[in-house]
């Protein structure tokens, strides 16, 4: 049996790996994110066997499954800009239109070309 | 006091529309979409001033910090996927990303959204780390947010028309394109397609999410 660490555990080392992220971050006055800092090191030290899946995964699972609900709030922030959309809300729509289709009209081409000439089949 | 009110308020709302996307599992129903209206709703009819509301709320969005480290699980977990087509892969989520910026930012000049332009600059990638690029932008990073959630809408409409009508066969690409054009909305769209496709969505939303982070700082100021 595969022993796991309880979920309020692995929320504080996964936070603990934020605060240490952002504390490099100040320390070496870095633009990175210390958030992105902390995930790298994370990633890093679950590839060095340091940290164990098992310390982590439900948890993060768990962060990444209600990922919007900690969004919710920062896109509520929309009721104060009410007027920009009135007045340049297709522009907008139209920006994010345009720049999605290429990207992933781009994107697919170049993958598949790819992938076909190594010959995988699907 | 209100403080809990407004936290205990934010995850009612967001476990009911979670509740209601189960029972009617149609895209304009994503807990995305009705979430955000319920809570605008909710301010506007309330007349709570979003002030008063962000004293609760930046508590639940502190949350996204941790969120964005556990992205080093998945990560970790498909590094044998991502390493084993990496040169295809790569390729893709690069010029994809570059051309998501790029494009954004000049359109955003073309149509005289110049001052937009920094918090629309990284609308492609999932919102914890679309927002700190935002920030460190100098943009608005609840406006990213927005544009972030006009992008999923977008991307899981055109996403699929775009895999047939360019008859994109080979599941690495059709992954490709959803996670890097469409973040987490265009990843779950992925894995309707199935377990590989889900899987590369992932690592392409999380590898343009890095890219767009550490390089969007680096060029945005200078188009």
């Known amino acids: 049996m595969k022993r796991t660490v309880p979920i309020m555990l692995q929320l504080i080392l996964l936070v603990s790996f934020a605060e240490i992220g952002n504390g490099i971050q100040a320390w070496l006055g870095l633009v990175i994110p210390g958030s992105l800092i902390g995930m790298a090191l994370l990633f890093f030290t679950l590839k060095l066997h340091i940290v164990r899946l098992p310390w982590v995964e439900q948890g993060a699972n768990f962060l990444l499954a209600e990922l919007l609900l900690f969004f919710v709030p920062s896109a509520t922030g929309i009721v104060q800009y009410g007027p920009l959309f009135d007045h340049d809300g297709w522009k907008i729509v139209t920006v994010i239109g345009v720049s999605t289709i290429l990207v992933m009209t781009i994107t697919g081409l170049i993958v598949d070309f790819g992938m076909r000439r190594k010959g995988v089949p699907e | ?223």
């Open chain 2, 1 to 223: 006091m209100a403080k809990i009110l407004f936290i205990l308020m934010t995850i009612l709302v967001y476990w009911l529309c979670k509740k209601l996307y189960k029972k009617y599992t149609i895209v304009i129903f994503s807990p995305l979409f009705t979430s955000l209206f319920v809570m605008v709703l909710l301010l506007l009819v309330l007349h709570i001033h979003y002030g008063n509301y962000w004293s609760g709320g930046k508590v639940m969005a502190w949350w996204l910090q941790p969120a964005t480290v556990a992205f080093a699980v998945p990560l970790y977990k498909l590094y044998p996927t991502m390493k084993r087509h990496a040169l295809p892969l790569s390729l893709g989520v690069v010029t994809g990303t570059g051309i998501s910026i790029v494009s954004t930012v000049l359109l955003a000049d073309i149509l005289h959204l110049t001052i937009l332009a920094p918090s629309l600059a990284p609308h492609s990638v999932t919102t914890p780390i679309a927002m700190l690029t935002s920030r460190s932008l100098h943009g608005n990073p609840t406006l990213t947010a927005v544009f972030v959630i006009i992008t999923a809408l977008v991307g899981v409409i055109a996403g699929p028309l775009i895999i047939q009508h360019l008859k994109i066969r080979t599941s690495l690409a059709r992954g490709a394109l959803l996670g890097t054009g469409a973040h987490a909305m265009g990843t779950s769209r992925a894995f309707e397609f199935g377990e590989t496709e889900g899987s590369i969505a992932s690592i392409s939303m999380i590898l343009a999410g890095i890219l767009t982070i550490l390089f969007a700082p680096l060029f945005v100021p200078y188009l």
